[in-house]
């Protein structure tokens, strides 16, 4: 099992930044993809980012693109999400997710392990 435990969110104000963080622990993090989701509420969880094993192959959301940057830090076990521009449109519960390939996917159950999430919240 991957324990996945998210942190960094918080209130911002449009145009904010903020970065999220994804510490995993417990079996090995090597050869896992990683994602970030979003769900707002009364809203289906859809795709935000993901990174490749060896973070040379990156993909966003459209939503997201030229605003969002997702990084790893595989020595420690850490995926990031940087968030600058933010919209009140970003509002939302923010998960991170590992895929037990090394390949970067858009679909949320090509993800096997899942965080409990960490809130965003952009005021207009």
């Known amino acids: 099992q991957v324990r996945l435990v998210e942190s960094g969110g918080g209130l911002v104000q449009a145009g904010g930044s903020l970065r999220l963080s994804c510490a995993a622990s417990g079996r090995t993090f090597s050869g896992y993809a990683m994602g970030w989701f979003r769900q707002a509420p009364g809203k289906e969880r859809e795709f935000v980012a993901a990174v490749s094993w060896s973070g040379g192959s990156t993909i966003y959301a459209d939503s997201v693109k030229g605003r969002f940057t997702i990084s790893r830090d595989n020595a420690k076990n850490t995926v990031y999400l940087q968030m600058n521009s933010l919209k009140p449109e970003d509002t939302a519960i923010f998960y991170c997710?590992?895929?037990?390939?090394?390949?970067?996917?858009?679909?949320?159950?090509?993800?096997?392990?899942w965080g409990q999430g960490t809130q965003v919240t952009v005021s207009s």
């Open positions: 997710a590992a895929r037990r390939v090394t390949i970067v996917s858009y679909y949320r159950y090509d993800y096997a392990y």
